[in-house]
């Protein structure tokens, strides 16, 4: 095995956007909407920073994303954003877990 595969310097890719995204926003280059920031499984293990509402960008494009701290625009990613928050609720109805369990 090299001591230095291509799915290392991916990782490192990854881990140094991970951390340019922290506590951040993003808008996408070309974009005047500023997009609220979630991580998304990339190739199998690698987790990226990506627009919440998945909107221009695939992981194949991290370097089209540009962090910032300016407020979130996009009305998806706030819609999306304002839907986790209700999510996130206490629920008084219990889904079945497992509803076509046999
Ligand atoms: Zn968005």
């Not at 291509?6 to 808008?27: H, I, Q, S």
């Not at 909407?33 to 690698?46: C, N």
């Not at 494009?61 to 701290?69: D, F, G, S």
Request: proline share 8%; net charge neutral; charged share 20%.
């Amino acid at each position: 095995m090299p001591s230095s595969s291509l799915g290392e310097l991916l990782a490192a890719v990854v881990a140094r956007a991970v951390v340019d995204f922290e506590d951040r926003n993003a808008y996408v280059r070309g974009g005047s909407a500023v997009h609220a920031v979630a991580t998304v499984r990339w190739l199998g293990d690698l987790e990226v920073p990506a627009p919440l509402c998945h909107v221009g960008v695939s992981g194949g494009e991290l370097a089209a994303l540009r962090p910032t701290t300016a407020p979130v625009t996009c009305r998806r990613c706030l819609r999306k954003q304002g839907a986790d928050e209700l999510a996130a609720l206490p629920s008084t109805e219990q889904l079945p877990l497992f509803p076509f369990r046999r």
